[in-house]
């Protein structure tokens, strides 16, 4: 992808940046006692706590990950909005409430409550630690993601920007500067995403694509015993190369220019089928529709490529209703593009190559999780256990957790959670609407996904794409603040105070919570940088699934299992987390990350959910039936 770099969008991210730092600093006195650092001494208002629980929620997952999954996977990128939306219902009936009862500053202090045990804050507070951490990386990613195109700055400039940002945020004024970021961003969010929305409602669904779209060669060709034959001209040289998964494709070059081209392998005489757009080659060399960058001949791109409206074929719209939007675009034909990787005298090359799609299969399930009966079991089992880990994973994350800390009752914390539920819900319904207007309006980057609602927001104008990429950074700051003050909470509360029983004053432990920022801040900076061009979305469906794994069975079965003991609490969160850690670790996309072939995993699930989570609540179960017994039996002797 080639971007220009805006004053606008310098201009409108200082201010956002210098804003939140503002922020920091008038809060920092408020954050003198412990109360006051890790749950703004409780003094938040309900209506504030509940656009902040969605200013929290909505992270770099909600508003570029799952954007840029409708943009390229169509429905499948709306499911994580589904699963992301209710998690949130177990929030609320279950979780909510009696939290707030049972805690002070911390999820492992809501799981002590009835037992003082050590083993459960030593695991309560590694949980926290390690789900922070999963959840930290796509922020990160997200946040380098972003910066390229405003401020013209490489991947790790950004994430190391955003990482020292939030450090000072989180290590001058905790919570209560965190809770007003998130108040102010949640809400900025919400307001520019529906005005997004109303754009892409208003421009409809046409054929032209975006202005500043290019394809390099546009000459149909026909391969015939290995030599091509292009119509008006033949003198291009031929090779072909066939990837793993039987895709074919073709290279043709002239005056030591090459573009690949894929090659449709269904017709006894092959015909190459539309240009590519980006060639990457392992050696550092990218190709832009056949050239190097300089020549400028890429932009974003994606476009609709057969409009029937009405009953009849057009080449535009015009304005649509949310209803009739969705209905077009059924009937429709879309130019999605898809990546294919092969190897080419050496060198790894990677190729994006146009795909045109029915409108059907974009609205239903299909192009990511291949759930259908023709596919195989294991896409299946993957699917299912993304929704429970999505399902399950919000009422298990840290971060969410110690919000309902920061109100005076448990009243207030109940209607927190309505308020989040109303934002979030509104704001997950105008995803769709985002990722496929990213679809069919040029704002595509074939090379990053996450980067697709903020791209459409510049199909409308440089401002609004300043101003969107502005507040998306925001969201970012925002979501990172809350998992580092989860994190350090963790270290110096749990870890230092209550585990180690080190005697700290109330200055002492502020001052022990901002050096675990710091930290904490640094390693997410590094996995930030070494897990770049992942889909947010699906980063963080890995932490949802590791927190639903570790601590929903912890949490549920406390609440609802008079016969949960400590053992089992602390046994079925160590299970929860090294399970779905291993499983993950050795999941095809983790193969993809260390340079392997993601055909090699041992394990084929990407998301380890439906496996990890029953086994955490086997362990609680099991263990905490001997340790009674065991009990039982002591007395009796």
């Not at 496996?611 to 039982?632: D, E, H």
Request: net charge positive; hydrophobic share 50%.
């Amino acid at each position: 992808m080639i971007y220009n770099v805006s004053t606008y969008a310098i201009v409108i991210f200082s201010i956002f940046v210098l804003a939140v730092l503002g922020l920091s600093f008038f809060f920092a006195r408020r954050s003198q006692s412990a109360s006051g650092y890790y749950a703004a001494g409780g003094n938040i208002h309900w209506f504030v706590n509940g656009i902040a629980f969605a200013g929290d929620y909505l992270s770099a997952a909600s508003f570029l990950g799952i954007c840029g999954m409708i943009a390229f996977s169509g429905y499948d990128g709306f499911l994580y909005s589904i699963g992301y939306l209710g998690g949130w219902v177990v929030a609320l009936f279950i979780v909510a409430e009696p939290l707030k009862r049972m805690g002070k500053y911390t999820f492992a202090d809501a799981l002590d409550s009835k037992f003082n045990s050590k083993e459960i804050k030593l695991t309560a507070a590694i949980s926290t630690l390690v789900v922070s951490l999963f959840y930290l990386i796509p922020q990160m990613v997200g946040a380098g993601a972003l910066i390229t195109p405003l401020l013209g700055f490489p991947h790790w400039v950004g994430v190391v920007m955003v990482g020292s940002i939030v450090i000072f945020i989180v290590a001058t004024a905790g919570m209560t500067s965190t809770t007003y970021v998130q108040f102010i961003k949640g809400g900025l969010l919400i307001v520019f995403s529906t005005i997004i929305t109303v754009y892409v409602l208003r421009n409809g669904i046409n054929t032209t694509p975006n202005e500043n779209y290019h394809k390099f060669i546009s000459i149909p060709a026909i391969v015939t015993n290995n030599q091509v034959s292009a119509i008006g001209d033949s003198s291009y040289t031929f090779k072909h190369q066939q990837n793993e998964k039987g895709l074919s494709f073709v290279k043709l070059e002239k005056g030591g220019i090459s573009s690949w081209w894929k090659l449709n392998t269904a017709v006894e005489s092959p015909i190459l089928e539309e240009a590519l757009s980006v060639v990457v080659l392992q050696n550092g060399i990218k190709l832009y529709n056949g050239e190097p960058k300089e020549a400028g001949k890429f932009f974003q791109v994606g476009h609709a490529h057969k409009i029937i409206y009405n009953g009849k074929e057009v080449d535009k719209t015009g304005p649509l209703g949310p209803f009739e939007y969705i209905s077009t675009l059924e009937e429709s034909e879309i130019t999605r593009f898809l990546k294919a990787s092969f190897t080419d005298e050496g060198n790894k090359v990677t190729v994006y190559y146009q795909s045109i799609t029915t409108g059907k299969d974009i609205m239903k399930p299909g192009l990511y999780y291949k759930s259908d009966k023709n596919n195989p079991f294991w896409p299946k089992l993957d699917f299912i256990s993304l929704m429970l880990a999505l399902f399950l994973g919000t009422s298990a994350l840290p971060h969410i957790l110690i919000r309902y800390y920061t109100v005076a009752s448990q009243r207030a914390a109940r209607l927190s959670t309505i308020v989040a539920i109303a934002s979030i819900g509104f704001f997950y319904i105008l995803t769709l609407y985002m990722g496929t207007g990213a679809m069919i309006n040029g704002g595509l980057d074939v090379e990053s996904s996450n980067m697709s609602a903020p791209l459409l927001a510049k199909t409308f104008g440089v401002v609004l794409f300043s101003i969107i990429s502005a507040i998306a950074f925001a969201t970012i700051l925002g979501t990172v603040s809350g998992l580092i003050v989860a994190s350090s909470g963790a270290v110096a509360h749990d870890l230092m105070d209550k585990y180690m029983n080190i005697k700290m004053t109330e200055h002492a432990k502020v001052k022990a919570g901002r050096i675990s920022a710091v930290v904490v801040g640094l390693v997410a900076i590094a996995l930030g940088i070494i897990f770049q061009g992942q889909n947010v979305s699906f980063l963080v469906g890995l932490a949802f699934a590791i927190a639903a794994s570790a601590n929903l069975p912890a949490i549920l079965m406390l609440l609802f299992w008079e016969k949960t003991s400590s053992k089992g609490i602390a046994w079925a969160i160590i299970v929860g987390t090294v399970s779905s850690l291993m499983l993950i670790l050795f999941s095809p996309t983790m193969y993809e990350v260390y340079g392997l072939k993601p055909g090699d995993a041992p394990i084929p699930l990407q998301n380890p959910g439906i496996i990890s989570i029953p086994l955490g609540f086997i362990t609680l179960i099991v263990i905490s039936l001997f340790t009674k017994k065991y009990r039982a039996q002591s007395e009796q002797s």
